[in-house]
């Protein structure tokens, strides 16, 4: 699992709303610059997509490992991750390239203030 120091603790989300957004088939990842030079994540799976909080929570676990074992190949920044729909039963490998290949295509100097 990824640490805490990684992940948003009492985040204004809608600071999101007008950030840079790429997205693929499964995923949909949104960056804002950081207050300071760190990486944080959030993952966020919708109710209306999965019904089960147990296949919700799987999907969460499974991308905060791909973030952790990955960490040294995402550029510094402020993370947002949207799942678009069911992805419990697809291999961690796939799951792993695609996501890292979203975090590619993300521009390093992407300026949009966090106010």
């Not at 969460?60 to 991750?81: C, V, W």
């Amino acid at each position: 699992m990824l640490s805490k120091k990684y992940r948003f603790k009492n985040f204004d989300f809608r600071k999101f709303q007008k950030s840079f957004k790429i997205s693929d088939d499964i995923f949909i990842l949104m960056k804002i610059d950081p207050e300071n030079n760190t990486k944080k994540f959030s993952v966020v799976v919708d109710k209306k997509n999965i019904k089960k909080a147990v296949i919700r929570n799987k999907i969460k676990r499974k991308i905060y490992e791909i973030i952790r074992l990955n960490l040294d190949k995402i550029p510094i920044g402020y993370y947002l991750i949207k799942v678009k729909e069911d992805i419990s039963k697809e291999k961690f490998k796939d799951l792993e390239n695609k996501l890292i290949n979203l975090f590619k295509n993300v521009p390093n100097n992407f300026c949009r203030a966090v106010n």
